[in-house]
């Protein structure tokens, strides 16, 4: 009998939780989220029984608990990510964490990265504060981090990063659609994306195929049969003409996108060039819709654009996109659900009164632009008409802005929107 009760009191013990808080046990489920998107960039995050006790015997002890502005943003649902355990965060930084990593950690990593990739030849077109950025996007989770970083020397490899500061952009730089030529008032580098300005395909986009049909249509005879063949012929002709043009079509656009996508590398690291984004600071976004047409959609182009962030961690400090209208309302409630809570929270949307102000409370009015409510002349007017040095263009909250934003949206099959519900 008394074997019998050390033998379950070995039992429980055994299957008894091994983390403490307070003298108080806490079982913990290491299981990770079941949404993996909500994991990238952040790293893993675990779900924990017992968090709010946790905090609640946290706090009795004097151990600092999660504050409402440590917490993560709200998922679609409403609800946040969620607090990793006081056993997750305690586990070593090679295992993975929930936490950002300690100066001693980035030095560390820094050193680990270097060992790992040497062989590879692009290692050296990143600085060690690119290096750590790795880290620090990934919640201080080394192997996370490492395979990224490994992504990115690939990445950087096939799309040829080292020649980009030798290709020129001039054509596309005299269009002013895209510019790092200001800085918010914390020295961070602003960039501008004007919509109106940019065009999926320039107009001279031509093909010559349809001229293929026309010299089956010259051969006349008296013959019934041989007409029908003549017309067969031509048929066939038409066929395959528009079948070569759409082909070029296609072609002339990726090379499109993909030279877009380059000049877009090409102004960030031409801004690290020039000083106008240093080392030390990032980037904010911002997304000037006003004056734009449905001629300006370049939903391909965006894509790309988004599939190369992650090679650029850390350096996107935040997004303002405007103005908004029910299309673009429509467009966000569709892409967010595939974006993580983090960069959720950075993306803003604004209202053409809203502009002036949120602007104007993040930068001078000197690094304002003047279309913005600030003092900074920029060339250009709406709908890409390009009113020249010293012109306004469509300042915010003009009748001229405003008459340039009513464009009906008219559905199509390159709408990807257009079957919404619109909730």
């Known amino acids: 009998?008394?074997?019998?009760?050390?033998?379950?009191?070995?039992?429980?013990?055994?299957?008894?939780?091994?983390?403490?808080?307070?003298?108080?046990?806490?079982?913990?489920?290491?299981?990770?989220?079941?949404?993996?998107?909500?994991?990238?960039?952040?790293?893993?995050?675990?779900?924990?029984?017992?968090?709010?006790?946790?905090?609640?015997?946290?706090?009795?002890?004097?151990?600092?608990?999660?504050?409402?502005?440590?917490?993560?943003?709200?998922?679609?649902?409403?609800?946040?990510?969620?607090?990793?355990?006081?056993?997750?965060?305690?586990?070593?930084?090679?295992?993975?964490?929930?936490?950002?990593?300690?100066?001693?950690?980035?030095?560390?990593?820094?050193?680990?990265?270097?060992?790992?990739?040497?062989?590879?030849?692009?290692?050296?077109?990143?600085?060690?504060?690119?290096?750590?950025?790795?880290?620090?996007?990934?919640?201080?989770?080394?192997?996370?981090?490492?395979?990224?970083?490994?992504?990115?020397?690939?990445?950087?490899?096939?799309?040829?990063?080292?020649?980009?500061?030798?290709?020129?952009?001039?054509?596309?730089?005299?269009?002013?659609?895209?510019?790092?030529?200001?800085?918010?008032?914390?020295?961070?580098?602003?960039?501008?994306?004007?919509?109106?300005?940019?065009?999926?395909?320039?107009?001279?986009?031509?093909?010559?195929?349809?001229?293929?049909?026309?010299?089956s249509t010259t051969t006349t005879t008296s013959s019934t049969s041989t007409t029908a063949t003549t017309t067969n012929n031509s048929n066939n002709n038409n066929k395959h003409g528009k079948k070569e043009e759409k082909e070029a079509h296609a072609l002339a656009l990726q090379q499109s996108i993909d030279r877009n996508l380059r000049f877009f590398v090409y102004t960030i690291e031409r801004a690290k060039e020039t000083h106008r984004l240093r080392s030390d600071n990032k980037l904010i976004v911002i997304v000037d819709r006003i004056g734009m047409t449905p001629a300006n959609y370049d939903q391909p182009l965006g894509k790309a654009i988004v599939n190369v962030m992650p090679h650029y961690p850390e350096l996107f400090e935040s997004y303002y996109v405007f103005p908004k209208n029910a299309m673009l309302m429509v467009?966000?409630?569709?892409?967010?659900?595939?974006?993580?809570?983090?960069?959720?929270?950075r993306i803003k949307l604004l209202g053409e009164a809203e502009v002036p102000t949120v602007l104007g409370d993040i930068m001078p009015k000197s690094e304002l632009l003047v279309r913005y409510g600030g003092e900074k002349v920029d060339g250009g007017g709406c709908g890409g008409g390009g009113g020249g040095a010293g012109s306004d263009g469509c300042v915010i909250g003009t009748a001229a802005a405003k008459a340039d934003l009513a464009v009906e949206d008219v559905d199509d099959d390159d709408d990807e929107f257009h079957d919404a519900d619109g909730e």
């Open 331 to 345: 467009a966000w409630k569709v892409t967010r659900v595939f974006l993580d809570p983090v960069t959720v929270a």
């Open 1 to 215: 009998m008394k074997k019998k009760k050390e033998q379950q009191g070995t039992t429980a013990s055994s299957s008894a939780p091994t983390t403490t808080n307070g003298g108080i046990d806490t079982a913990v489920d290491l299981e990770p989220s079941e949404k993996s998107g909500l994991m990238s960039p952040l790293g893993s995050r675990f779900r924990s029984r017992t968090d709010t006790k946790e905090n609640q015997v946290s706090n009795s002890h004097g151990v600092h608990a999660h504050s409402p502005s440590d917490l993560p943003p709200a998922t679609k649902s409403g609800s946040c990510l969620p607090v990793p355990s006081t056993a997750a965060q305690q586990r070593p930084a090679s295992e993975g964490s929930s936490r950002a990593p300690s100066p001693e950690e980035l030095e560390a990593f820094v050193n680990h990265a270097k060992d790992k990739l040497k062989s590879h030849a692009y290692l050296s077109s990143l600085t060690d504060l690119d290096i750590k950025r790795f880290l620090i996007a990934h919640r201080n989770n080394q192997a996370n981090a490492l395979k990224q970083l490994h992504l990115t020397l690939d990445w950087r490899q096939s799309f040829n990063f080292n020649q980009i500061l030798k290709e020129d952009f001039s054509d596309l730089e005299t269009t002013g659609k895209l510019t790092i030529d200001s800085t918010d008032n914390q020295q961070n580098a602003i960039m501008v994306w004007q919509q109106h300005r940019h065009t999926p395909l320039p107009t001279t986009t031509t093909t010559s195929t349809t001229t293929t049909t026309s010299s």
